[in-house]
C-alpha cells in the first residue's frame, strides 16, 4: 500500500462510526487528517489560508448536501479535488452529471482498500490538474 506524504484531508460526515473509521483508516495511511459533522463547519476551514489537499464529503449530510458544499470550496479552491462518498448507488449517466472535473465518487459501504484507492487516485489527480 503507497503511503500519503502528509496531505491534509478535510472529511466531512455526520454519522460518528463512518468518521470515526474514515479518520483511522487515512492517519494509518499517513494524511494529516481534519473531520467535521457538517457543511456549516467544514465552510470555513475551505476559506481559510490552510492547506486542504482533498475534501471527502458525504453528500447527504444535514443543512447544505455534499455537492452544495463542494460548490462553495471550489469558490475559494478551483482545483481541490473532492471525493463524494455515499450511501445510494448513483446510475452512471446521474453519476456522470453529478460530477466535474477532479470529483470522484465512491459508494458506502465500501471495502478499506477501495477507499483507499479512490483518496490515492483523487490526490493524484489533484496533483496533475495542479501541475497543468
Known sequence: VALGAGQSILVVEDDEQVRMLVTVVLEDLGYQVEVVGDA???????ASA??????????????LNGRQLAEIARQSRPVLPVLFMTGYA?????????????????????????FSAAVRKALADGQETRVA
Do not use: C, S, W
Open 40 to 46: 456549516d463547519a467544514a465552510i470555513p476551514l475551505l
Open 50 to 63: 490552510r492547506p486542504i489537499d482533498l475534501l471527502i464529503t458525504d453528500v447527504g449530510l444535514p443543512g
Open 90 to 114: 448513483e446510475k452512471a449517466q446521474e453519476r456522470a452529471a453529478f460530477l466535474e472535473t477532479g470529483m470522484a465518487m465512491i459508494a458506502k459501504p465500501f471495502l478499506l482498500d477501495e
